[in-house]
């Protein structure tokens, strides 16, 4: 099971990095995932996008992993107006929330749960090397999503992968930083992104944040905003017991 979920994990780390209803933003969502039900609240600023830009919907699901489902898409709520004028724009800081269909249901207990650690210490500096074929594998399925969804053939490329390291281990969480670069069809930049596993209610919620072509001082930056949000998602899934 331990291997499972960590190949799981590998596999949705670099899932909708390339992405490029209610009538307002939402603060919090809460998703109906088997018997049970997990909130996701939105990051401090931001606010909830998925079901608000369905332009910025259709980008992420199309850049997403094929075994993964999309829960939720956080921008800054000082971006909206931007993004009501004209979808159309590349994101510069955003989040996303993910789940595994394979094991979205299944209940994950703690004892699970360190077990992913354990090894995810273990395996994921191979796992995430620059010649691995999950980075193959990742080019492969966005160029075909993208593809689909824009029409035209689109190529996608990814260079100079760079994991920079866990920064939270936890009973509840597993966060590691990482860098790369992209061409898609010879437009170039960079993405600079958090990973975070996170058990809320006896699931893993798989939690991203993304910052577009960094600048200095994103990444301690990028891992704040990391903690705080996955604190206040575990929190927010305690039972009254654990509060």
């Known amino acids: 099971m331990k291997s499972l979920l960590l190949l799981l994990i590998v596999v949705s780390l670099v899932s909708g990095l390339v992405a490029q209803a209610p009538s307002a933003g939402t603060l919090s969502e809460e998703f109906q995932l088997g018997s049970r039900s997990v909130k996701v609240p939105a990051p401090d600023g931001f606010m909830g996008a998925f079901t608000r830009f369905d332009k910025i919907a259709e980008r992420m699901i199309a850049t997403e992993d094929a075994g993964n489902e999309v829960l939720t898409v956080h921008l800054p709520a000082s971006e909206f107006p931007k993004f009501e004028a004209n979808q159309d724009q590349d994101l510069d800081l955003y989040t996303?929330?993910?789940?595994?269909?394979?094991?979205?249901?299944?209940?994950?207990?703690?004892?699970?749960?360190?077990?992913?650690?354990?090894?995810?210490?273990?395996?994921?500096?191979?796992?995430?090397?620059?010649?691995?074929?999950?980075?193959?594998?990742?080019?492969?399925?966005?160029?075909?999503?993208?593809?689909?969804?824009?029409?035209?053939?689109?190529?996608?490329?990814?260079?100079?992968?760079?994991?920079?390291?866990?920064?939270?281990?936890?009973?509840?969480?597993?966060?590691?930083?990482?860098?790369?670069?992209?061409?898609?069809?010879?437009?170039?930049?960079?993405?600079?992104?958090?990973?975070?596993?996170?058990?809320?209610?006896?699931?893993?919620?798989?939690?991203y944040t993304y910052k577009r072509n960094p600048i200095a001082g994103d990444i301690e930056k990028l891992r704040s905003l990391a903690s705080k949000w996955t604190k206040e998602i575990r929190d927010a899934n305690k039972t009254p017991s654990q509060k």
């Open 96 to 207: 996303k929330v993910s789940v595994s269909k394979r094991v979205k249901t299944l209940d994950i207990s703690p004892s699970m749960f360190a077990d992913v650690v354990s090894a995810s210490e273990k395996q994921i500096v191979a796992l995430l090397g620059p010649n691995s074929d999950i980075f193959k594998r990742v080019e492969g399925n966005t160029g075909k999503g993208l593809t689909e969804l824009w029409g035209n053939e689109t190529t996608v490329r990814i260079n100079e992968p760079k994991y920079l390291g866990f920064f939270e281990k936890g009973t509840d969480t597993l966060s590691f930083m990482m860098s790369m670069n992209f061409d898609i069809n010879n437009r170039k930049f960079s993405i600079l992104n958090t990973t975070s596993f996170v058990r809320a209610n006896n699931r893993v919620l798989f939690i």
